[in-house]
């Protein structure tokens, strides 16, 4: 369902500042399938997300969804089928709006025309019942603003709304990295949740490992632009932290994140 067929992508191409962040990349998502992705850093990992996402364009190689080309779509133009929580909890929501305006927007995404902000009854008692879902006590906050909330929170309502419209491919990008270990781990299991109930199409980046083993079916590791090991469902329910770093340990001149090994 999502097809990314060898691209490539190189920042400051023919300066002395040039890298090449994605060099020939393929990977294929079929429907329903969470790959988490680790790697070193300056691995390309982030830039991945942002070709699907269309923030970035390619150099070289496509992009399908669903077998539509993509290419070439601006990222607003892919807004209704990509949902993206970012590391910044900041990131994701508008702070001087409103839980439930937030929420309302988050429903006209990728759509041309609607109600916008506009919060009606019949909306309100759906925001109601997603947010109890985050059991943050967040139904009852409904007219506060997002900028009161903590980090976690907010984090929990990006997910929310990221997850919101059933977005065809859902892109999280160390999205637990800034919250501590607690509202991390609710975040994960939230992560959980959202993904497996809407059955989501999910790539996600972590410099966890635990994390990138618990969570999805399939595994990625990306070092200097191109995918150096990948597990499938059946091999990745085998892998261990050691197994990994041992994987990562082929890979000459590479050393992982620090943050890799907190659990
Ligand atoms: N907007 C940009 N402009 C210039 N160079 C960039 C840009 N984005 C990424 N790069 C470069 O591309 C390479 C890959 O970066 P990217 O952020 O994708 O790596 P990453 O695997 O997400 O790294 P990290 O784990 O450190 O966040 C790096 O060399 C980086 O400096």
Aim: aromatic share 4%; charged share 25%.
């Amino acid at each position: 369902m999502l097809n990314i067929d060898r691209i490539s992508k190189t920042f400051f191409a023919g300066t002395i500042n040039e890298r090449k962040a994605l060099v020939d990349l393929s990977l294929q998502l079929d429907e329903g399938d969470f790959v988490t992705v680790i790697g070193s850093n300056g691995a390309g990992k982030s830039t991945l997300l942002n070709t699907v996402a269309g923030r970035y364009s390619v150099d070289t190689g496509s992009l399908s969804i669903d077998g539509k080309p993509v290419t070439k779509l601006k990222e607003f133009q892919r807004a209704r089928y990509v949902g993206r929580v970012f590391q910044d909890p900041m990131a994701g929501t508008a702070p001087d709006l409103t839980i439930e305006q937030n929420l309302s927007l988050a429903l006209q995404r990728g759509k041309t025309r609607g109600l916008g902000l506009g919060v009606t009854k019949s909306r309100r008692a759906r925001f109601v019942e997603e947010l109890k879902s985050l059991e943050l006590g967040l139904e009852n906050r409904l007219t506060a603003k997002v900028g009161l909330l903590s980090g976690g929170q907010r984090q929990a309502l990006s997910l929310l709304m990221a997850g919101f419209t059933q977005p065809r491919i859902l892109l999280l990008d160390e999205h637990t990295a800034a919250l501590d270990p607690q509202r991390a781990a609710l975040v994960t299991d939230l992560t959980e949740r959202i993904v497996s109930s809407g059955g989501l199409t999910t790539l996600m980046v972590t410099h966890n490992m635990e994390q990138a083993l618990k969570l999805g079916n399939r595994l990625i590791m990306m070092h200097e632009g191109r995918i150096v090991f990948q597990a499938s469902a059946e091999e990745k329910k085998k892998l261990t932290v050691p197994l990994l770093l041992a994987e990562f340990a082929k890979i000459k001149g590479a050393s992982f994140d620090d943050r890799a090994l907190l659990a």
